[in-house]
């Protein structure tokens, strides 16, 4: 079946613009993450919602980051007036929240630059 | 705080030789524990997880509760387990979400 699929693959925007970046999960999975892989760096959590709503927004690195979840599916993180900081490797995942399965299903991710 | 620390951020060996990914976490609760995998040019995976206590591609990982370490390995390293590998835990505290480490990239020569 289809996996977690991101867009776009690669956004190149300047400094002060917005960018919204686009998860759509495994159909079914009730739970979606986002995180941010930034060079040389580690994965870093960003939010988490359990369906449509975001119990979890303690990764979101200001006031400038920001997503949500509709319908239970496809979520939508936004960047308002972006930062050469912000440059980064955006990744989704997905999961199946049942029992204790937490495996988490990532998406190929979107290579955000700004200049 | 809960944590998972991945002591190196490089490992180096030549193929053939024994392999073993350092991953220690912090102890609340009783976390699941897995290892991802990110191969260049391909998008992060799971590689296996202690629950299934399984053999993938030849890695095992044993979880140390005494020691709260969950380590990777594998006994004769191939080139094409050149990759980052990342530990993580769940989180203790009623969220379905992971913790990971920061990461271990792991070379293998030929």
């Known amino acids: 079946g289809a996996g977690v699929s991101q867009s776009p693959s690669n956004k190149v925007t300047e400094k002060g613009k917005d960018v919204e970046l686009r998860c759509d999960p495994i159909?079914?999975?009730?739970?979606l993450y986002w995180y941010r892989q930034s060079l040389g760096q580690g994965l870093e959590f960003l939010i988490y919602f359990q369906g449509n709503s975001a119990p979890d927004k303690s990764g979101l690195p200001s006031d400038r980051f920001s997503a949500e979840r509709t319908g239970g599916s496809v979520s939508t993180l936004t960047i308002q007036r972006t930062q050469q900081e912000d440059s980064a490797v955006y990744l989704c995942?997905?999961?199946?929240?049942?029992?204790?399965?937490?495996?988490?299903?990532f998406g190929p991710g979107t290579r955000l630059t700004v200049t | 705080a809960q944590r998972v620390t991945q002591p190196e951020k490089l490992l180096s060996v030549f193929k053939g030789a024994p392999v073993e990914l350092k991953c220690n976490y912090s102890y609340s609760g009783s976390p699941e524990l897995f290892w991802y995998v990110q191969y260049s040019r391909q998008r992060l995976q799971l590689l296996l997880r202690?629950?299934s206590r399984e053999s993938i591609k030849g890695f095992t990982a044993d979880l140390n509760k005494g020691e709260t370490s969950f380590h990777l390995k594998k006994p004769f390293a191939q080139e094409e387990d050149s990759a980052m590998y990342y530990c993580?835990?769940?989180?203790?505290?009623?969220?379905?979400?992971?913790?990971f480490g920061a990461g271990t990239r792991l070379a293998v020569h030929p």
């Open positions: 995942a997905s999961s199946l929240v049942q029992g204790y399965s937490y495996e988490q299903y």
């Open positions: 993580a835990r769940t989180f203790s505290g009623g969220y379905n979400k992971l913790i």
């Open positions: 159909s079914g999975h009730t739970a």
């Open positions: 202690h629950i």
